[in-house]
């Protein structure tokens, strides 16, 4: 491991939820929830899942503090990722729609087909990049690309639309 | 290099938009319904005993022998006060016994069978100190896992449990330990986050006359590794060395830790 200035002041703050103290829970939770709830917002375009994945989430951190590799923010993103997409193929299975908010589905259109792909495969079904280089033809390194480029879309386009409604 | 969960991270950060302040009320509530895995449980009192008596019994068997006749002395006043009796040690470093190794064997298995045949909660008066069963044993745990310590030259690798049990009954008895050093902290509450191998997190009402008085929102927390706790507790450790950190009343959490030692016999 990397000992980064992230990962040592993460090591203290676990060490306090390993702890079972609740205080450290709730600094956690200041510090990170805005990324984790707009993450699950971006992936389901739905408020109140989104709202119920972010207290999954920091639940299932508090009960299983011992699962983190890495640093926490790292850890929370792919986990609430991970949860979300869960939700997301299983409403997919139930009524067939993609639920995505308005804001990320303005940014698919916008993007390249290649970009689109990418980002609807990895970001929305939770394939690796080895699985979106299959789907798409392409090598790893392409797909990985792609992927990075459409997410750096993504995050721009949100950005820039916070600060256009700021 | 950008990963893929930084790229997640940043794309959640750049929504800008935070849940609604009940989220955290639900996450909370949830928390107190359930423990962390990471949390140990401690085990029972007899076990903790038998468990230090079994890892300072090679230590004995190679170390000093006025610590040998010391232990076992001390076997003899804990069986004593295990079955009730009223011994009185008038200097608890002092106490010897001509017995060896083997002798200590005995007393340990008879302390054993006596406890486990005892009403744990039975009153009984150890080292001077009202107490019961249980507490005498794990008084007597922490003993024989410093001699352990003293014996081996350093911390000796000991079960998570029985730290977890030491460190437990150590929270209980912090109120007690403050009024014994003149420092009673009615009302007020300090919250012990124990870390490292046998993690705990205790809200401890600091009223010794009211063992019962419910913890109100803690004064200060005091965070500091359990061994290093135990350590303090039993007289091995400096408070202002150890590596703690206190949140809130810093002057309480300074007077909790200075006090946590006031029932070490040596």
């Known amino acids: 491991m990397t000992f980064t200035l992230a990962v040592v002041a993460d090591e203290v703050v676990l060490a306090r939820l390993r702890a079972g103290d609740d205080r450290a829970l709730a600094a956690l939770y200041d510090e990170h929830a805005g990324m984790v709830y707009g993450l699950a917002g971006t992936v389901t375009g739905d408020a109140s899942l989104a709202e119920a994945i972010t207290a999954d989430v920091f639940v299932e ?8 590799a890495g640093t926490l923010r790292a850890h929370l993103a792919v986990t609430t990722h991970r949860r979300a997409v869960e939700i997301v193929r299983h409403q997919r299975g139930t009524d067939g729609r993609r639920p995505q908010g308005d804001r990320v589905a303005a940014v698919l259109d916008r993007l390249p087909d290649d970009q689109r792909a990418a980002l609807v495969l990895a970001y ?3 394939r690796t990049y080895r699985e979106v280089a299959d789907v798409l033809g392409v090598d790893d390194a392409t797909a990985k690309r792609c992927l990075q480029d459409a997410l750096r879309a993504l995050r721009d386009h949100l950005a820039g639309d916070l600060g256009a409604r700021a | 290099m950008t990963t893929f969960a930084d790229s997640l991270a940043a794309i959640g950060d750049a929504v800008g938009v935070q849940p609604a302040p009940s989220v955290l009320r639900s996450v909370l509530t949830r928390a107190a319904q359930s423990r962390p895995a990471t949390v140990v449980a401690p085990c029972s ?4 005993y038998l468990g230090a008596a079994a890892d300072v019994r090679p230590l004995l068997l190679r170390g000093d022998p006025q610590l040998v006749a010391h232990v076992v002395g001390m076997e003899e006043h804990v069986l004593a006060w295990v079955r009730g009796e009223h011994t009185e040690i008038d200097d608890h470093a002092a106490v010897r016994s001509d017995a060896g190794v083997e002798a200590w064997d005995e007393l340990v298995a008879g302390v054993a069978r006596e406890a486990a045949s005892a009403e744990p909660s039975r009153e009984v008066t150890a080292f001077g100190l009202p107490t019961d069963v249980e507490g005498l044993l794990v008084l007597r745990t922490f003993e024989l896992w410093t001699h352990a310590q003293d014996l081996a030259g350093a911390v000796p690798e000991t079960d998570p449990a029985r730290l977890a049990l030491m ?7 912090l109120p007690a330990a403050m009024a014994v050093r003149g420092v009673p902290r009615p009302g007020r509450t300090a919250r012990l986050v124990l870390t490292g191998v046998a993690p705990g997190c205790f809200d401890v009402p600091l009223d010794p006359s009211d063992p019962s008085e419910p913890a109100g929102e803690p004064d200060v927390t005091i965070v500091v ?3 290093d706790m135990c350590r303090v507790a039993a007289r091995r450790a400096d408070p202002g060395v150890i590596a703690t950190q206190c949140e809130g009343d810093e002057e309480l959490g300074r007077l909790v830790l200075a006090a946590a030692d006031a029932f070490a016999q040596d």
């Open chain 1, 61 to 68: 951190l508090w009960q299983h503090p011992e699962m983190v």
């Open chain 1, 124 to 126: 929305f079904d939770g």
């Open chain 2, 45 to 48: 009192p007899l076990d903790a």
């Open chain 2, 167 to 173: 460190s437990s009954r150590l929270a209980e008895v």
């Open chain 2, 225 to 227: 590794d359990v061994v």
